[in-house]
């Protein structure tokens, strides 16, 4: 099946930096790439939608200049935290949509922020 | 508003005592129904998609249906390796981003 990865897989930061996480799709060309987060024993709640070469679709509530999204290319896209804080550790997801319907996802990056 | 249901919140089975999990599920118009396996710290495994009533997949020892209103994914004979969070999304059709809605999600433990 087709592969999806994330980097870092943990990172930890302190409050007011800011961190990249790289989601790429290793053996598909994805023209649209999802991102979530995931708090402890709950579902997964997207936060955007990025399209390669064009601005990212945010979800209500999520703060477009907190969560900067870049798709610079079919198989890479970027998630930036600016300026973390304690409320913003979590597990973020991305996924990949391959042709059709079917949507692969990464094995998550777990953000601690202290 | 789309909505997806899942339940129960929890389950846990004996190995080899077979069961159903439940996914209700309200959509201005079904694209595609998913079902995922997700283990403890990790993204989500793919294991379905049911596109209109009536279909069916199988996989091993899991069997997943759908109806007009919910889906059924029934484990048969499982075993402890089964266990973990089964995830249920929809996709609506019209959306600009096809984007999937989850449900919370059922927890499966096994026990031998």
């Known amino acids: 099946g087709a592969v999806v990865s994330q980097h870092p897989s943990r990172v930890i930061c302190k409050s007011g930096t800011s961190v990249k996480i790289e989601c790429r799709s290793l053996?598909?060309?994805?023209?649209?790439m999802f991102w979530y987060r995931q708090f402890p024993k709950q579902s997964l709640m997207l936060m955007a939608t990025?399209?390669?070469?064009?601005?990212?679709?945010?979800e209500q509530g999520v703060e477009k200049d907190k969560f900067l999204i870049n798709h610079a290319s079919l198989t890479l896209s970027t998630l930036t935290v600016t300026s973390a804080h304690p409320e913003d550790s979590s597990f973020y997801i991305c996924?990949?949509?391959?042709?059709?319907?079917?949507?692969?996802f990464g094995p998550g990056t777990r953000l601690t922020v202290t | 508003e789309d909505q997806v249901t899942q339940s129960p919140e929890a389950l846990r089975l004996q190995e080899g005592e077979s069961s159903s999990l439940n996914c209700s599920y309200t959509?201005?118009?079904?694209?595609?129904l998913f079902w995922y396996r997700q283990d403890p710290g990790k993204g989500p495994e793919f294991l379905f998609t049911?596109?209109?009533a009536g279909e069916e997949k199988e996989k091993e020892r899991l069997k997943a249906t759908l109806t007009k209103k919910e889906s059924f994914l029934h484990i048969t004979a499982p075993k402890p390796e089964d266990s973990a969070t089964y995830l249920c999304?929809?996709?609506?059709?019209?959306?600009?981003?096809?984007?999937?809605?989850f449900g919370t999600g059922t927890l499966l433990a096994v026990q031998p």
């Open positions: 999304a929809v996709q609506a059709r019209g959306g600009a981003t096809n984007k999937l809605i």
């Open positions: 053996d598909f060309q994805a023209t649209t």
């Open positions: 996924s990949a949509r391959a042709d059709g319907d079917r949507t692969y």
């Open positions: 959509v201005s118009g079904l694209r595609g």
């Open positions: 990025s399209n390669e070469g064009s601005k990212a679709t945010y």
């Open positions: 049911l596109y209109s």
